[in-house]
């Protein structure tokens, strides 16, 4: 059965930094795209950060810079490393598995965890 269990988000001040981690069970993330996803209050779903099974990542514009996406083939775990953040982080993230190429969608998902951010 494949979970994903996303744990590290809490109330952090404007500036601050926040460490999430994606937990992943089942079969091995080795061949899977994984990602980030955020919604904010009053908006969409949307993509944060990816990682290929390359390595290579992807990154929305808005957090390009602030933002680092890692993964772990062998702890089956995949990180968010956020800096510098802002009032418009705030909301509730996602971790995602065997995502498309251009993360359209992804086939599994986490419960979510909050990421709130003060001024």
């Known amino acids: 059965q494949v979970q994903l269990v996303e744990s590290g988000g809490g109330l952090v001040q404007a500036g601050g930094s926040l460490r999430l981690s994606c937990a992943a069970s089942g079969t091995s993330i080795s061949f899977n795209l994984m990602a980030w996803y955020r919604q904010r209050p009053g908006r969409e779903r949307e993509m944060v950060a990816g990682i290929r099974t390359s390595g290579r990542t992807d990154y929305a514009d808005s957090v390009k810079g602030r933002f680092t996406i890692s993964r772990d083939n062998d702890r089956n775990m995949v990180t968010l490393q956020m800096n510098s953040l802002r009032p418009e982080d705030m909301g509730m993230y996602y971790c995602?598995?065997?995502?498309?190429?251009?993360?359209?969608?992804?086939?599994?998902w986490g419960q979510g965890t909050q990421v709130p951010v003060s001024e």
């Open positions: 995602a598995r065997s995502c498309d190429v251009a993360y359209r969608w992804c086939r599994f």
